[in-house]
């Protein structure tokens, strides 16, 4: 059943909204990261969505350092980096401490500024044995020190499953286009789809002006099938 549990990250605690599989002690895991307006009801239904899925899913509340105001862009506007990864790491170390379950592989997904976040952990832990990355926007712009997610592609070392809207500007079809140029300079491994009369946002059905029916039910098909074939419920070596 899903849950709120809590963790330390040296401050204020962070919640993580938490599903595990029925009838299970051993299951891959899947981070499930936020976007924009937070661990809403969306991102709630995508981690109980990949718990009937057989999956252990966690999304963390990147926005637990905040004060609960301002706007949507306001909140992403104060988010940096070294903390955003701290917050993912603390999340793995969550997992891991699990009593009474059998961790496997750990994969990671986003929406939004949080498939943004899939990039740059990607490129900076190598526990993740699978990405998948929904319409990231500001791949190439770093939040406060340290590189961009875009000059960490090197150092990714998980396949990656891209999924992103012909009518997107950001990222737009040319940013898609140099994102996977990238991947391919540095041989990483990645499959992106493009999903013609679709923008931004096209799989959060709380926001009828965004979301579009078929390439959501189609990607989320294609991501299901990607984390089948790249996470096993036995732990790979890092």
Not at 81 to 91: G, I, L, S
């Amino acid at each position: 059943m899903s849950h709120w549990e809590h963790v330390e990250v040296g401050g204020p605690s962070m919640r993580l909204f938490v599903d595990v599989p029925p009838a299970a002690r051993a299951f891959a895991a899947v981070i499930v990261i936020q976007h924009g307006p937070g661990v809403d009801k969306f991102i709630q239904d995508r981690v109980e969505n990949l718990a009937q899925h057989g999956y252990l899913a966690v999304a963390p509340d990147l926005y637990h350092r905040q004060p609960e105001d301002g706007d949507m862009m306001t909140r992403i506007g104060r988010l940096r980096d070294p903390e955003v990864v701290r917050d993912v790491n603390a999340t793995v170390s969550y997992l891991r401490r699990l009593k009474d379950t059998q961790l496997g592989d750990i994969g990671i997904i986003g929406f939004c500024m949080g498939g943004r976040v899939t990039y740059l952990m990607a490129g900076s832990n190598p526990v993740f044995k699978a990405a998948g990355v929904f319409y990231g926007g500001n791949i190439k712009k770093a939040w406060g020190e340290g590189p961009p997610p875009f000059e960490l592609t090197p150092y990714i070392r998980c396949p990656i499953a891209g999924f992103f809207g012909m009518d997107d500007t950001n990222p737009s079809p040319s940013d898609v286009e140099k994102i996977s140029a990238q991947l391919k300079k540095y041989g990483k491994p990645h499959e992106f789809h493009i999903y013609p009369g679709a923008g931004h946002a096209f799989l959060n059905f709380l926001n009828p002006t965004t979301f579009r029916e078929e390439p959501a039910k189609d990607a989320w098909e294609k991501l299901l099938e990607f984390l089948r074939k790249h996470l096993s419920a036995i732990r790979q070596p890092c």
